[in-house]
């Protein structure tokens, strides 16, 4: 899919928080969880169809890093290196926006650094943190989309 809101002939970056590279290997007997699992599936795929770019920054790469170590954690760390076209650097400009971001809205710091860094190279940030979906919609000055994977795959299907 082209991604042509004022952004002509260039693919879309997709940014995902670390919840979205988890979702593939959490309890898919739980409904929500697998039906998020199958959406951010389906955005692999597109990534590596050329399709869509994925955006990591520095932040994912820490975040990931300090998970439990084990076959999870390696498996995702792979599915990152592999996919990522692209990565965000914490520059002290990206700080201070994910402090304003913090305190306007009340988010984690993490998801703060997420929202920042996304803010810098991509057009979309994905979550399935519904707490984390909720505040960033609150925030007036978002020059990104904040969506769910499931929300985000259905409005692509329906563009194609």
Do not use: W
Request: glycine letters at 4%.
């Amino acid at each position: 899919m082209m991604y042509n809101q004022g952004r002509l002939n260039r693919l879309m970056k997709i940014y995902m928080d670390n919840c979205c590279y988890n979702r593939i290997f959490d309890d898919r007997s739980i409904i929500k969880n697998y039906l998020e699992r199958e959406a951010v599936l389906i955005i692999f795929q597109k990534i590596g169809q050329g399709e869509m770019e994925l955006v990591g920054s520095d932040v994912l790469k820490i975040e990931m890093s300090n998970a439990s170590a084990g076959d999870r954690k390696q498996s995702i760390q792979k599915i990152y290196n592999v996919s990522v076209s692209s990565e965000v650097r914490i520059t002290e400009t990206i700080k201070a926006r994910a402090m304003e971001i913090q305190k306007i809205s009340n988010t984690k710091a993490f998801d703060s650094l997420h929202l920042a860094s996304a803010e810098n190279n991509a057009d979309v940030l994905l979550t399935t943190d519904q707490k984390f979906l909720n505040a960033a919609r609150r925030i007036v000055n978002l020059s990104i989309r904040v969506e769910n994977p499931i929300a985000f795959v259905m409005e692509v299907i329906s563009n194609d």
